[in-house]
């Protein structure tokens, strides 16, 4: 069950994270997934022009933490633990990427899920995440 949908996670970014919620567009925050896309400026390119490993982190990062917030509300605090990132194939040059999150667990302490990356114009993922949260206790 939603708890916050497309217009609640943007607001909280705007409000919570302002350093970055201009760089970042919640598309979908349903059930079975979130979509975030990454607006790609220079600042996210590497030599070469394609997005930096750092960027794609941080857009996976981002998604999965949208994602358990849409599930439990806007729990600032839940942080987290575990990342570990494959990536498969050189996203294009200079394009928006999207991420596609899913939580696999979502329990009352830890939240596991996973994040396919894509760039635009590429049918292809360019990167997959797997990440596990902390989720603080209720106070």
Do not use: W
Not at 47 to 64: E, H, I, K, N, R
Not at 105 to 124: H, P, Q, T
């Amino acid at each position: 069950m939603i708890v916050m949908d497309v217009a609640a996670l943007q607001a909280f970014l705007a409000r919570d994270f302002a350093q970055v919620a201009a760089d970042f567009v919640v598309e979908r925050a349903e059930a079975d997934g979130l979509t975030l896309r990454l607006r790609v400026q220079e600042r996210h390119l590497r030599p070469g022009g394609t997005v930096s490993g750092p960027a794609m982190f941080a857009l996976a990062d981002v998604a999965m933490y949208l994602a358990i917030l849409s599930r439990i509300g806007p729990v600032a605090l839940a942080v987290t633990t575990n990342c570990s990132m494959d990536f498969m194939r050189k996203p294009q040059a200079r394009v928006d990427m999207r991420a596609e999150a899913r939580l696999l667990k979502l329990g009352r302490s830890l939240a596991v899920g996973d994040v396919m990356l894509f760039s635009d114009g590429m049918a292809e993922p360019v990167a997959r995440a797997s990440l596990t949260y902390a989720i603080p206790p209720a106070r």
